[in-house]
């Protein structure tokens, strides 16, 4: 049951080959990029060399258009604006950004993370009610809403306009939303479905940030702003172990870069907790180091405290969030450990082995944490 078999891919050899030879790179190296669907040149120039220029226009979006003009009005009279997030990496590294970028303009939004066990995922009615009773007219989503066909349709009875931003695959019946940005709708028009929905919501700011006056775009808060929102679009893309190609690729690339260097205090914090400040970092570290730490709270408690340790320039708050993911990310680690050794023993005493598929059940264990047990 410890034992693990890797299983390799077999690459087409007169590619590789011809990569290997153009690009002056080891056969490994180049046997490798073919596996991951690259078999010329100039993709493998980008792929080794992520360039920002690699970057798609946000407007490939079908719905950015109307997204980006129905903020605008928003902004420009004032209308309260919501944020409703999913609870893992991916929903509140994303969530921070459009908080972050809101707050740029000089236009604080509401937001709120569900929890896991409480409140499952995806929208529910309870929230959806409590923006509107605030005065939200528009409501985005991170990271969830395309299934969710009821409550959208609830936020537009009561007055909200609905901007959903995920990745997800949709249902055969969309929801009623003013825009859907999915790189996976059928008539998504996006050329590269691998992103993620922090990478949406990255794209979002960008293209709004697109019809800003030069001087807030020249101003050093918008290229701090840049410098954290490409560092969490790295964290979100890692954390959700969404492909790293194509532009993944130029996120997290220079995502790392971002977070070494991010003047975020929050992010400073979570880097210091991990024992990774001042460091050269890379993609394991987000996986195994960073990621876990914030999605603790989302498995084990509630991840609003995720996105409020991303937005916040209160120091004392930083500090305590920051203890409070370590605190949860242990014993997140204790009750994983615990389920993983119960469920090896059933296996093995109920002699299912060498049996091709387990299944073991026990109504105490965690259900936020039964997942990653089953990963192992």
């Known amino acids: 049951m410890r034992s693990r078999r890797w299983v390799y891919a077999t690459p087409d050899r007169a590619v590789a080959d011809r990569l290997a030879r153009t690009l002056s790179i080891s056969p490994l190296t180049a046997s490798l990029m073919v596996n991951r669907g690259i078999r010329d040149a100039q993709d493998g120039r980008r792929f080794l060399r992520p360039d920002l220029e690699a970057l798609l226009d946000p407007f490939l979006f079908r719905d950015?258009?109307?997204?980006?003009?129905?903020?605008?009005?928003?902004?420009r009279v004032g209308e309260g604006i919501g944020v409703f997030g999913d609870y893992d990496v991916d929903g509140t590294s994303g969530t921070a950004i459009l908080c972050k970028f809101f707050g740029l303009l000089g236009k604080p939004v509401a937001y709120r993370i569900p929890h896991r066990v409480n409140d499952g995922y995806?929208?529910?009615?309870?929230?959806?009610?409590?923006?509107?009773?605030?005065?939200?007219?528009?409501?985005?989503?991170?990271?969830?809403?395309?299934?969710?066909?009821?409550?959208?349709?609830?936020?537009?009875?009561?007055?909200?306009?609905?901007?959903?931003?995920?990745?997800?695959?949709?249902?055969?019946?969309?929801?009623?939303?003013?825009?859907?940005?999915?790189?996976?709708r059928k008539d998504a028009a996006y050329p590269f479905a691998g992103i993620c929905s922090t990478g949406i919501c990255f794209k979002l700011a960008w293209a709004l940030a697109n019809e800003m006056p030069p001087a807030l775009r020249r101003s050093a808060p918008f290229r701090d702003f840049l410098l954290d929102a490409m560092a969490c679009a790295a964290l979100g893309t890692v954390a959700d172990?969404?492909?790293?190609?194509?532009?993944?690729?130029?996120?997290?690339?220079?995502?790392?870069?971002?977070?070494?260097?991010?003047?975020?205090?929050?992010?400073?914090?979570l880097l210091a907790k991990s024992g990774l400040t001042g460091k050269g970092l890379d993609s394991h570290d987000i996986a195994f180091r960073l990621a876990p730490?914030?999605?603790?709270?989302?498995?084990?408690?509630?991840?609003?405290?995720?996105?409020?340790?991303?937005?916040?320039?209160?120091?004392?708050?930083?500090?305590?969030?920051?203890?409070?993911?370590?605190?949860?990310?242990?014993?997140?680690?204790?009750?994983?450990?615990?389920?993983?050794?119960?469920?090896?023993?059933?296996?093995?005493?109920?002699?299912?082995?060498?049996?091709?598929?387990?299944?073991?059940?026990?109504?105490?264990?965690?259900?936020?944490?039964?997942?990653?047990?089953?990963?192992?």
């Not at 950015?64 to 902004?75: I, W």
């Not at 605030?134 to 991170?142: D, I, R, Y």
């Not at 130029?250 to 992010?267: C, D, I, M, Q, T």
């Not at 969030?321 to 469920?343: P, W």
């Open 64 to 75: 950015m258009k109307a997204a980006v003009r129905r903020l605008l009005d928003a902004v």
């Open 122 to 184: 995806g929208m529910n009615e309870r929230m959806v009610r409590e923006f509107a009773a605030e005065g939200a007219k528009v409501l985005l989503t991170v990271d969830c809403g395309t299934g969710d066909v009821e409550e959208v349709r609830l936020a537009r009875e009561l007055g909200m306009d609905v901007i959903i931003l995920d990745h997800h695959e949709p249902p055969a019946e969309l929801p009623p939303a003013l825009a859907i940005l999915n790189p996976k």
């Open 241 to 269: 172990v969404s492909p790293l190609t194509g532009e993944n690729r130029v996120f997290v690339s220079y995502g790392l870069e971002s977070l070494r260097h991010a003047p975020n205090p929050g992010l400073r914090a």
């Open 293 to 376: 730490r914030l999605n603790a709270l989302g498995r084990i408690g509630t991840a609003q405290d995720c996105v409020a340790l991303l937005v916040s320039r209160s120091p004392e708050r930083i500090e305590e969030i920051a203890a409070l993911l370590e605190s949860s990310n242990r014993r997140r680690r204790d009750i994983e450990g615990d389920i993983f050794e119960q469920a090896l023993e059933r296996v093995e005493k109920d002699g299912l082995a060498t049996d091709p598929v387990l299944v073991v059940a026990d109504p105490r264990w965690h259900p936020g944490v039964v997942g990653i047990v089953a990963a192992r």
